[in-house]
């Protein structure tokens, strides 16, 4: 997700942990467990760089 979003909008874009999902809650758990990841693990804002993201996600944290 942050690959696409980086190449057609340049590193500056941002991202919210809701790209990860379709637009409707078919996988509640699964939407939940990310929003933890996001906000209460991480204390990240709404919207994050999707670089930052991105190097978060493969770093494993």
């Known amino acids: 997700m942050c690959d696409t979003k980086i190449a057609k909008k340049g590193d500056g874009v941002g991202l919210s942990f809701y ?6 809650n ?13 906000i209460e ?15 978060m996600i493969l770093s494993d944290l």
């Open 41 to 55: 693990t991480h204390k990240l804002d709404h919207f994050e760089k999707a670089t930052r993201i991105r190097a």
């Open 19 to 24: 790209a990860f999902f379709a637009n409707k």
């Open 26 to 38: 078919d996988d509640p758990e699964a939407l939940l467990e990310a929003a933890t990841w996001w």
